[in-house]
């Protein structure tokens, strides 16, 4: 690891229970931290906070009793019927949360969570009358009703028990749907009970949750606060995720040999700058098993601080995706890209003899470009077809199909190429020379000189959708142990499953390979030497065949990495095996040496002191800690969704201009003078 730097006119009695010893007070505690947890200040006073306050500050985790003459009464909207729902509501009666005089509590913390319980439980509020460290004095908001209670801290010991109580009642209750006491500590403690069943509840379900436990209606900020402040409370604040970082990657180093973690800090302030992991299990099996083929994608990070996901693809023998590598930065820049490709060239340079020479697709950016020329200067590098095909769809507007350029990219000669483009000038002569304006040599098949083995696009999150972007709004530790643990997951089930693999070849490739054989059945074979054939078939001509440089003129053979139909009709007629022509990447065996390593589970963090050595530990008194970034994410909820690539295939509705008649428009939008 790498470190830089009830009713009107009556009565609500309250007194019907005794809790005096200690175990079912403990009970009568730990129950109030469920929907009606209570909040502890530590100078042991009992405050009231404003009603439905908003700011995010240690008061709103505790009970507040302090005098409140003015009460802002904020519309509320029923839940369940989405109307204005202000009426008043009438004191009940629970037998569940009841206090009497001489009940004691083990320390503060736990009386006033009782008291706050009664009052949410029972409709009414309280407010402070006397507080300080050995006692309080609290009584009922409404004007002229005589409950109070009185309770004191026992001499020597922590709990406090309640001196005096008038349990009656001469209000009829708080008269609208919110609650004084209802503070974030109530959402937190409701959140804490459901996080471990849904650890993606949203603030609208707990807000139902709440309405329909305890009556009350509470904002939906004073919600999301409280959900925040929960899962903090379980898997650690973004604050400490950044300090964890350089033990983090000492524990990815250890428990992964050959692994790298390396964290970088601001020099001078220790604020994080660049985090790069990559993980042995993906490094032997791309150096040994993967086609040398990368691509380049990032994400946006969702949490509270700014900052960017950087991830280098590769594809095993089933196309399926394989990370190599994770990169996070404070921000998308040039340079941040250019040192994420400087990691990416020295973890290949230590782990083979021989650099391969990488085909990369990106969205050619000019940080992306840089870095490539100055670390892989012999690698072919083209674009990602959905960056390109977004930039096309977002030019004209879905005026022209985008579908067209995807043909147009997936063609194998010039011929067809120039073809679908006459298609394309039907319908737009300014997208036509749109597409001209971008070189072909750097996106369509027919004239990019690296090879691609069919794969178009290195959309990693369009991928990876289902689980990246949760992964993206945790704090930086838990994000990258959320990658290694997907990373662990897939490296296991397709180990497994491909060790229940019969066939020569892995599925895609075998039934590519079976339809070409489906397809030579009908094609006419003339042999002109040992290696060279001729090959007629009834749809396409004559096509020549070169079985020891593996090429054919139709240029699928070579492109593909699999015999192509005239290939295959060439090998059969002088009696070879189909199969041994293929590329080594899509054997099985291949595929099995791709995820033959293991990624290896991270102990929790509280047993990293532990496990480390003498050593380890004095140098990590000596360490700097990493800082989070300056900048924060902006205002607002931060966008969950991406948008998908282009669904091929699925019929398009384009919109249509009814003044000038042409598409990509609307009336209201029409740019044609009147």
């Known amino acids: 690891m790498v470190l830089g730097n009830d009713h009107h006119g009556h009565t ?17 505690g730990q129950d109030g ?3 009606h947890g209570f909040g502890l200040l530590e100078n042991h006073e009992l405050v009231l906070a404003e009603p439905h306050s908003l700011v995010d500050d240690d008061n709103l985790d505790e009970l507040s009793l302090e005098q409140t003459h003015e009460f802002a009464l904020q519309p509320a909207h029923d839940l369940s019927q989405g109307l204005l729902a202000v009426a008043p509501r009438m004191m009940a009666f629970s037998t569940e949360f009841q206090l009497v005089a001489g009940q004691e509590f083990p320390n503060v913390m736990y009386c006033r969570r009782a008291i706050r319980n009664t009052a949410i439980a029972c409709h009414f509020e309280i407010q402070m009358v006397k507080s300080d460290n050995t006692s309080f004095t609290a009584k009922c908001t409404a004007e002229g009703c005589p409950w109070h209670i009185h309770a004191a801290k026992l001499p020597g010991v922590p709990t406090f028990s309640i001196r005096t109580i008038l349990d009656n009642h001469s209000c009829v209750g708080i008269n609208h749907l919110g609650h004084q006491q209802a503070s974030v500590q109530l959402v937190a403690s409701t959140v804490g009970e459901r996080l471990p069943e849904n650890p993606h509840c949203k603030p609208k379900e707990i807000l139902e949750e709440i309405h329909k436990s305890n009556e009350i209606t509470l904002p939906y900020k004073q919600d999301w606060i409280g959900k925040e402040r929960s899962i903090a409370a379980v898997r650690g604040s973004f604050e400490e995720g950044y300090r964890l970082l350089p033990e983090y990657c000492r524990q990815v180093e250890r428990t992964n040999p050959g692994s790298i973690g390396r964290v970088y800090g601001n020099p001078d ?6 985090l790069f992991i990559s993980f042995y299990a993906s490094i032997y099996g791309f150096v040994n098993a993967c086609c040398p083929l990368i691509g380049l994608d990032k994400v946006t990070l969702k949490n509270k601080y700014v900052g960017t996901l950087f991830i280098a693809t590769a594809f095993d023998g089933d196309g399926a995706l394989f990370p190599l590598a994770f990169g996070v930065v404070d921000e998308e820049t040039d340079e941040n890209w250019i040192w994420f490709l400087s990691e990416l060239h020295e973890l290949l340079e230590k782990n083979t003899l021989s650099m391969p020479r990488l085909t990369i697709l990106s969205d050619r950016s000019k940080g992306i470009i840089d870095g490539v020329d100055i670390n892989f200067p012999a690698a072919f590098h083209g674009y990602c077809m959905h960056h390109l095909s977004e930039t096309f769809r977002k030019e004209f507007n879905n005026s022209v199909p985008v579908d067209l350029l995807w043909e147009a990219a997936n063609v194998l000669t ?16 300014e997208a036509v020379c749109w597409i001209k304006g971008i070189r072909p040599c750097l996106w369509a098949t027919a004239f990019f000189d690296g090879t691609r083995y069919g794969h178009l696009t290195a959309n990693v999150t369009e991928s990876l959708n289902s689980w990246i ?6 704090p930086i530790n838990q994000m990258m142990e959320c990658l290694r643990c997907q990373l662990m997951t897939w490296f296991k089930e397709r180990h ?12 895609t490739a075998e039934r590519r390979l079976q339809e070409a054989i489906e397809r030579a059945r009908g094609y006419q074979v003339t042999r002109a030497n040992e290696t060279e054939f001729e090959v007629i078939s009834p749809h396409e001509g004559t096509n020549v065949v070169d079985v020891r ?18 290939g295959v009709a060439a090998l059969v007629s002088c009696r070879q095996n189909v199969h041994r022509y293929t590329e080594r990447y899509f054997t099985i065996g291949t595929y099995r040496k791709t995820y033959s390593q293991t990624v290896h589970p991270i102990p929790d963090k509280t047993l990293w002191n532990k496990m480390s050595n003498q050593g380890e530990a004095e140098e990590s008194k000596l360490e700097v800690i990493i800082n989070p970034p300056k900048s924060r994410r902006s205002p607002g909820r931060p966008r969950k969704k991406r948008v998908h690539a282009e669904d091929h295939g699925q019929v398009k509705l384009f919109v249509h201009c009814s003044r000038c008649s042409q598409m990509g428009h609307f009336r209201t939008t029409c740019p044609a003078a009147l």
Request: with cysteine; hydrophobic share 35%.
């Open 33 to 35: 931290e469920g929907h």
């Open 549 to 566: 440089n593996r090429c054919c003129l139709c240029r699928g053979w070579q492109l593909y990495g699999v015999p192509c139909a005239h």
């Open 496 to 507: 497994e499953a491909s060790m229940q693999w019969t066939a020569t070849l892995v599925p």
């Open 269 to 274: 302030d220790n604020r994080f700058r660049r």
């Open 414 to 429: 010039a011929i067809d190429f120039e073809t679908k483009l006459l298609e394309i000038e039907d319908i737009s002569q």
């Open 12 to 28: 609500c009695d309250l007194s019907l229970r005794q809790g005096h010893d200690k175990d079912s007070l403990v009970r009568e």
């Open 469 to 474: 972007l949760d992964a993206s709004s945790l």
